[in-house]
């Protein structure tokens, strides 16, 4: 049984920083073609990141530069390390994988002064 819980959101003012976490059980991460989404209010749910089971890594040109996809293979977890926040990136962010379709419940980033 495939599980991800998502950490790490908040409230930051406009130009910080966070780091998401997206704690794996059922697969490995280090393996496992995964990927972030984010949902915000009245939108549709977009990607933001996503990871091949070699490590290359893409990114939405909304967030390319300032996003960051990692993963810790030891910890089984999936990071997204954003900086240079701007207020259209709160949303709702979830962790997926993209193999078996199994989805995190999602953490709230919230960016505003």
């Known amino acids: 049984q495939v599980q991800l819980v998502e950490s790490g959101g908040g409230l930051v003012q406009p130009g910080g920083s966070l780091r998401l976490s997206c704690a794996a059980s059922g697969i490995k991460v280090q393996i496992e073609p995964m990927a972030w989404y984010r949902q915000a209010p009245g939108k549709q749910r977009e990607l933001v990141a996503n990871?091949?089971?070699?490590?290359?890594?893409t990114y939405a040109e909304s967030v390319r530069g300032r996003f960051t996809l990692l993963r810790d293979n030891a910890k089984n977890t999936l990071y997204l390390q954003m900086s240079r926040l701007k207020p259209e990136d709160t949303a709702v962010y979830y962790c997926?994988?993209?193999?078996?379709?199994?989805w995190g419940q999602g953490t709230q980033v919230t960016v505003s002064s």
């Open positions: 997926t994988s993209l193999v078996t379709n199994d």
């Open positions: 990871i091949t089971y070699i490590g290359r890594t």
